[in-house]
């Protein structure tokens, strides 16, 4: 059986209960990182084999976990933080596992992607997930372009690093559009910043980001609903 278990995105203590028992059970454990993920591990005394699996041995690591898979063994597979298979190693290892038609169990636990959309006071009705946004800065504003025409909330993954540059270009495309930066979720300087592209470029520019980032821009019916009243 293949366990896609969900870890942690901070605080090590929302790791659930389940996901625990599945790690302490399994045969083997492929991680994203194996540095990383050991020390998780090892604060819940947890000992098993760790393999690496990544976006750079994705292909050959899901033959051979399969084969694993086929012999009876039980993998969990998890990512550095999170759930598997978003903007993470994992979905290919889950289609193979229905091609060839081998058990899965998913395992669920902490996701930014929710927790970030729930926080943002932005509509959870309907929104779409767009991964991280691209380095390039003609594919960043085009993906920025076609976010500012949807109706539902984008969630994006954004580089600390990056962010006073996407929220430049986000004051030429959507200046009035409201955004809400997600960082360090779950953890001790967690914070929701809501406002217009330039109210949080200026803040960030005198206080650089740190820690990983969610990027939300408010969905285009949304905002015109709220300027109507």
Known sequence: MLYVVATPIGNRTDITLRALEVLKSVDVIAAEDTRHSGVLLKHFGIKKPLISYHEHNE???????????????????????????????????????????????????????????????????????????????????????????????????????????????????????????????????????RGTASELLAHYQAHPPKGEIVLLIEGGSTASRAMAK
Not at 88 to 108: H, N, Q
């Open 59 to 193: 292909a050959m690591r899901t033959a051979q976990l399969a084969e694993r898979l086929v012999q009876g063994e039980n993998v969990a597979l998890i990512t550095d933080a999170g759930v598997p298979g978003f903007a993470d190693p994992g979905v290919r290892l889950i289609r193979e596992c229905i091609k060839r038609g081998l058990p899965f169990s998913i395992i669920p636990g902490p996701s930014s992607i929710l927790i970030a959309l729930l926080g943002s006071g932005f509509s959870t009705e309907r929104f779409c997930f767009r991964g991280f946004l691209p380095v390039k800065r003609g594919q960043r504003e085009r993906e920025l372009r076609a976010a500012v025409d949807c109706n539902e909330t984008s969630v994006f993954f954004e580089s600390p690093h990056r962010l006073t540059k996407t929220l430049v270009a986000c004051i030429d495309i959507m200046p009035e559009r409201q955004l809400c930066v997600a960082r360090e979720l779950t953890k001790k300087f967690e914070e929701f910043r």
